[in-house]
């Protein structure tokens, strides 16, 4: 097998380093390009209720945590890169995960990702299943 890029979904919690070492690991084994993608988005808000009371100074902090930890996983991803025969590539967005790997993997022979510790997450469904699901291409899916 051979692998021209490979796409990591990078997170900018330590915890989740690991899933960037791997697919740093095996981008300098196959000489890939290593394609990162940070992305996040806020939830959807209902419209009643609870909700109905958010203000656009509650969108306003949730929007600038996004941005802080886009920050966060680009510089990771960054480090992680260093070094590579090929340049990596950085993509990032406002969106949710697996919708976003999804549309981005085509680029990529090979995808990464990590599965979650969140209950949250277990209880939607992991990342990488969804992909498997999605994509016609293989992904590795590191666990801690």
Same mark, same amino acid.
């Given at each position: ?9 990078? $997170?900018? /919690?330590?915890?989740?380093?690991? =899933?960037?070492?791997?697919? +740093?690991?095996? @981008? *300098? #084994? ?32 949730? $929007?600038? /945590?996004?941005?802080?930890?886009? =920050?966060?996983?680009?510089? +990771?991803?960054? @480090? *992680? #890169? ?63």
């Amino acid at each position: 097998m051979t692998c021209a890029a490979i796409m990591v979904h990078v $997170q900018p /919690e330590e915890a989740a380093q690991h =899933v960037l070492d791997c697919a +740093r690991s095996l @981008a *300098a #084994a196959f000489d890939a390009t290593l394609i990162g993608l940070g992305c996040e988005m806020i939830a959807p808000l209902a419209t009643g209720g609870f909700a109905a009371g958010v203000t656009v100074e509650l969108i306003d902090v949730l $929007q600038a /945590e996004i941005d802080r930890n886009n =920050v966060k996983a680009k510089t +990771r991803f960054d @480090a *992680a #890169a260093a070094g590579l025969a090929k340049p990596a590539i950085w993509k990032c967005g406002t969106d949710l995960p697996g919708p976003a790997m999804a549309r981005a993997s085509r680029a990529a022979d090979l995808i990464v990702v990590g599965r979650s510790t969140k209950a949250r997450h277990h209880l939607a469904g992991s990342l990488g299943r969804r992909l498997i699901r999605r994509r016609h291409g293989p992904v590795v899916v590191v666990v801690p």
